[in-house]
């Protein structure tokens, strides 16, 4: 296949640069990215974030990591830890997560004791101590009252123990971020503070909220916004009923239909793994290659290797058992391989 027949084919699954986002691009973007190795972007928004990221002023040097003893950089002050493996690894981390198990288990056992005349029952909040109430489905499951207590409940065992950058270039601790009173804005230059960053990024920079959203790493359906206007808009009376709109639900099934690019947010990813952390390690297995037994790392899925050099190495001994010597090969009439 010629180079130009191999852009034409990767045209519509190109890959963002800055936000690894898939997107449809042109046959002049496929072929500088097939003849030159070019960085390629969905949006201006995501062009000017890479750039400013690869351009930007030095990071300062906030000296040896407590736990690997390296140096890192970072823009936030008096961080103790240069990534969040190092954090989990230290012995402060081991005595918030053993109060945080403990509190969550007491939390447990008085729901589960709790009888009144509702399916559901009254759990206290992790965050804010506050009772609310549960529904039966979701006891054991739901422990924070609002997504803001959520996110002041990582943001304490996390992002504040970490290196925290705050730039439009992929900020790390978004949980830290929207945990405050008043946001600031993440584009260079800007000087404004206010509550709800969206609105201020569409109607000062004239960027959408979904561009914007991806350029600095956020999930989608996330509202920027403070953490008081998060609680103010979360406990509004719902009221009105709502109304079947098929013109709407048509146009979100076109939408879905012509989306031929995946997104996933490193705030889904953050999250993720400070889920997985909380999970605590997974039961004992055999090794299928060296049969010694380990602990599984997470609870989830079945692990059938210890180590990745284990499972390589199990690999490539069946590889070989398949594979046939070459004396043992049949050969052509002209004296090449069959």
């Not at 010629?2 to 045209?11: D, E, L, N």
């Amino acid at each position: 296949m010629s180079k130009r027949a191999y852009a034409t084919s990767i045209k519509d699954k190109l890959v963002c640069a800055h936000c690894a986002s898939m997107f449809v691009g042109t046959q002049k973007q496929a072929e500088h990215y097939v003849y030159n190795n070019s960085n390629l972007f969905c949006t201006d928004v995501c062009r000017y974030a890479f750039l400013k990221n690869k351009f930007s002023t030095p990071v300062p040097n906030r000296g040896p990591c407590k736990t690997c003893g390296k140096t890192f950089f970072t823009r936030r002050n008096n961080p103790k830890f240069c990534s969040m493996d190092c954090y989990t690894k230290s012995e402060q981390f081991k005595v918030v997560s053993k109060k945080a198990r403990e509190i969550s288990l007491s939390a447990d056992s008085r729901a589960k004791q709790a009888t009144t005349i509702k399916t559901g029952v009254d759990i206290e909040c992790l965050e804010c101590k506050k009772l609310f109430y549960c529904k039966k489905g979701l006891i054991g499951k739901k422990r924070f009252c609002t997504k803001p207590c959520y996110r002041s409940y990582l943001n304490k065992r996390f992002d504040r123990q970490i290196a925290n950058p705050d730039q439009l270039a992929l900020p790390q601790g978004y949980d830290g971020f929207l945990d405050r009173v008043e946001l600031n804005c993440l584009i260079e230059g800007c000087e404004w503070t206010g509550k709800h960053l969206s609105i201020h990024v569409n109607q000062a920079h004239g960027i959408e909220a979904k561009n914007f959203k991806k350029a600095a790493g956020f999930n989608l359906h996330t509202g920027v916004i403070s953490k008081d206007l998060c609680e103010t808009l979360s406990n509004r009376e719902k009221v009105g009923i709502a109304v079947h709109n098929p013109y709407r639900l048509d146009n979100i099934e076109k939408l879905k239909a012509s989306a031929k690019g995946f997104y996933k947010s490193n705030e889904s990813k953050e999250h993720a793994r400070k889920s997985r952390i909380f999970m605590g390690s997974g039961p004992q297995r055999i090794c299928e290659a060296c049969r010694i037994e380990f602990t599984q790392s997470t609870p989830m899925g079945k692990a059938k290797y210890c180590s990745t050099p284990c499972r390589d190495n199990y690999y490539a001994q069946e590889r070989k058992k398949l594979t046939t010597p070459w004396y043992l090969r049949e050969r052509n009439l002209d004296g090449t391989f069959k």
